[in-house]
């Protein structure tokens, strides 16, 4: 009830106040005014001036320059709906590079795992190790340590605020994972109690390099770990890396691990995707249970862990990319009113120009010009404001997931919107040039 009631007030009242500034203009016209006007032009405006002061632009394009920008105000309205439609459609690419890209190139560069399982007990080390080395689907793994809490810096007593980790133990050195690091330092082998926070968990606990946390892990107790870098995760942001060693005695789990990180001998989705199907088969068979899903997004590999955060976007995507086509077709059909209108009022000088020998072509180039300048000239706006704007809505749109997205700009969206708005303005331009040039000489010069 309530959308269908925001529809009918919407209806009712956007015709009512478009039409206030166009009515009042209308009232205030004196019948003397009404009475003298004859649908010429006698005005000349500063860009009339400057245009007959170029000498060697074609005479045509002059004055379809000039046409187009007779009447700023019906110019405004129409960039207003035409920038908007080209903003959204650029945001919407430029945000789907962004996805792409973050999960993509940015996050294979951070996971260097193939394959990763999570098991439903802490198993032995080295027992696991050997074995899967053993496959001959495997070139190295790595088993880490997965946990949770509550973070909060050591000098605050516990709250309802303190905000959820996702504790990792670090086998040290780790070749599978690679730090994009933002500050301070990785942890090192010889570390104890050293941390390193993704820096969006950070900024949400209050901490800075060198302070003190206490992590609530609840039944196995509190552990305490010093802030010694900040991190770049885009798919888990409360994640928190540490030393497995020293995860492992502090929660009781020496020599104990409950995932595993493998690296396979080919590295192509359907290879990683058919060596993690022998692989649980495998560890099955030696009666070591798994988890259903993998230990980021589910997913047992990297390719399907790079897919599933894809489509977890496409909808959103899909959602403003439809939105943007909207946009642009309401753009379009503005666009195709301000033309007809232009039409209607320069009947007289239409009839002039072809009493003088235009053709109809000529007549009709110079509408569907005006159309094209027009779309270009919103495309030009919208550009330069699409950069920013993209980023804003790529960070906008990692919010609800919990996820940083890395922005990247493409031209390839800018690219695209040019040609569509080329097309669109010459068909919202086809009409009101075809009128045009149906326009006779006897019934333009007879039209009051």
């Not at 330069?384 to 804003?392: D, E, H, K, N, V």
Request: hydrophobic share 45%; net charge negative.
């Amino acid at each position: 009830p309530q959308a269908i009631a925001a529809q009918v007030a919407l209806a009712l009242l956007a015709p009512l106040l478009a039409s206030t500034i166009p009515v009042f203009a209308g009232a205030r016209i004196t019948v003397r005014e009404a009475i003298t006007t004859y649908g010429l032009s006698s005005q000349i405006s500063l860009l009339d001036r400057l245009l007959t002061r170029i000498r060697c632009l074609p005479r045509q394009f002059s004055l379809t320059i000039s046409n187009t920008f007779r009447h700023k105000g019906r110019v405004a309205l129409t960039q207003i709906t035409l920038v908007l439609s080209g903003l959204i459609f650029m945001m919407v690419m430029s945000t789907g590079d962004s996805v792409r890209n973050t999960f993509g190139d940015v996050i294979l560069s951070i996971l260097r795992y193939n394959v990763t399982f999570i098991f439903e007990d802490p198993e032995r080390i080295h027992e696991v190790e050997d074995l899967t080395l053993a496959h001959p689907e495997v070139k190295a793994v790595e088993m880490w340590n997965l946990g949770g809490g509550q973070i909060r810096p050591s000098s605050q007593p516990e709250s309802d605020d303190d905000e959820a980790v996702a504790m990792f133990g670090v086998p040290l050195p780790t070749s599978l994972y690679g730090p994009q690091m933002r500050a301070g330092r990785w942890l090192r082998p010889e570390d104890t109690h050293a941390v390193v926070l993704n820096q969006e968990l950070a900024e949400e606990a209050g901490v800075s390099l060198g302070d003190w946390v206490t992590v609530d892990h609840g039944v196995e107790g509190e552990t305490s770990w010093q802030v010694v870098g900040f991190l770049f995760d885009p798919i888990i942001a409360n994640s928190a890396h540490v030393p497995r060693q020293t995860m492992q005695r502090e929660l009781n789990r020496v020599g104990k691990a409950n995932s595993v990180w493998i690296q396979t001998v080919r590295g192509d989705p359907d290879s990683e995707v058919a060596a993690a199907g022998h692989l649980r088969q495998y560890y099955e068979e030696h009666q070591l249970d798994l988890e259903p899903g993998g230990t980021f997004a589910g997913q047992d590999t990297a390719s399907e862990t790079t897919a599933a955060m894809i489509a977890n976007f496409s909808m959103i995507s899909t959602l403003l990319a439809v939105m943007a086509v909207v946009i642009g077709f309401v753009g379009g059909i503005a666009l195709s009113g301000v033309l007809s209108l232009n039409v209607l009022e320069r009947t007289r000088e239409i009839g002039v120009m072809r009493a003088i020998g235009a053709s109809s072509g000529a007549v009709a180039r110079l509408f569907i010009g005006e159309g094209l300048i027009l779309g270009w000239l919103s495309w030009a706006i919208a550009v330069p404001l699409s950069i920013p704007a993209g980023q804003l809505m790529t960070q906008a749109v990692g919010v609800p997931y919990g996820m940083n997205l890395v922005y990247i700009y493409e031209p390839s969206g800018a690219l695209y919107w040019l040609g569509i708005i080329t097309i669109l303005s010459i068909l919202a331009s086809f009409l009101p040039a075809r009128r045009a040039t149906r326009i006779s000489v006897r019934n333009s010069l007879a039209y009051a």
